[in-house]
């Protein structure tokens, strides 16, 4: 089996759960902090260290308390980051309101940095697919990381995220041209398309990588358009409790199915299946515990994840 290259982010994330977001001069109590693991490029790699599906985490972890937070946990959860920096991490504050939805404010450090070397020292061969996050692509090595990818030969997911209007038009029209299999939500994709109709958005993605653009649309499932047709892959319903993680859990999960060589509407099921695992709980990931229940559930279904610690 061939592996996933991840490449962002890992992040401490600090989470405060509050009713709603305050207003200016406004004073308010949260009613719980949490400290814990998080960033785009981490929870996508989560998904696929806890199904035993083959990555590499290219995330540079960098020093301070920050840096030492996140290289501890990721020790604790048994991943490592090829890289290591001298720039201190910096973190990101999580709110999440009492509808489950949530509001960043990130700090950036050496976790949104980004140098060629790291991936000249790998063969590029080895590797199907290769995770990139918007954020990455916006900050001050955005260019950097885009032309690097010059030399993948396998398919690219980009995920722009929540800041995908803001990312420098040069940077986006050279990652069009290497054709990325596009994931984002509804919200996201109507703003970067500037076009509040979802089918049209779709399309006006597509004719620019002319490649399947998935959208994630909360409770109602995904939606999975390939330039023909629009297919939607309902979810299942569950309470939300914190949709920290939704989105770059169900990248994960459709890149796992696709390493195990699933069609489009299965992989986008197993997706929507860990996603709603996700939000159910007050985490960007799932514990260790709930990954091995869900993996003998796929490995009882599924005769591929039975077999695969083999191809690996």
């Not at 720039?87 to 949104?112: I, L, T």
């Not at 069009?176 to 994931?183: S, T």
Request: glycine fraction near 8%; charged fraction near 20%; proline fraction near 3%.
């Amino acid at each position: 089996m061939k592996k996933c290259l991840i490449i962002g982010s890992t992040v401490c994330d600090v989470i405060l759960y509050v009713d709603k977001l305050p207003t200016t001069q406004q004073d308010i109590h949260p009613k719980k902090q949490v400290v814990s693991l998080g960033g785009c490029a981490f929870n996508v790699a989560h998904v696929l260290h806890h199904l035993k599906v083959p990555y590499t985490l290219i995330s540079p972890v960098g020093s301070g308390m920050y840096g030492d937070f996140v290289k501890q946990h990721l020790q604790k959860q048994g991943m490592h980051s090829e890289i290591a920096v001298q720039q201190e991490n910096g973190c990101c504050y999580c709110m999440v309101e009492d509808s489950g939805e949530r509001s960043f404010m990130s700090y950036h450090g050496a976790e949104y940095t980004f140098d060629p070397a790291w991936l000249r020292k790998l063969d590029l061969n080895d590797y199907a697919y290769a995770y990139v996050c918007g954020l990455e692509v916006e900050d001050v090595d955005g260019m950097k990381l885009v032309n690097a990818l010059a030399s993948f030969q396998g398919q690219i997911i980009f995920a722009p995220g929540p800041r995908g209007m803001h990312i420098q038009q040069e940077r986006l029209d050279i990652l069009y041209g290497y054709q990325p299999i596009m994931h984002l939500n509804d919200l996201e994709i109507e703003q970067m398309m500037q076009e509040e109709d979802l089918l049209q958005a779709m399309r006006k993605l597509y004719a620019l990588t002319q490649n399947k653009v998935i959208v994630t649309v909360g409770k109602q499932g995904v939606y999975l358009y390939d330039g023909n047709h629009i297919q939607h892959i309902e979810t299942s319903k569950v309470e939300v409790v914190d949709t920290i993680g939704a989105g770059d859990s169900h990248v994960g999960g459709y890149l796992v199915g696709k390493l195990l060589g699933y069609e489009d509407t299965k992989a986008l099921s197993l997706a929507n299946r860990i996603a709603g695992k996700v939000v159910s709980i007050s985490a960007s990931t799932l514990s260790k515990e709930e990954y091995a229940k869900l993996y003998k559930e796929l490995s009882n279904e599924n005769h591929s994840f039975t077999n695969k610690k083999d191809e690996i």
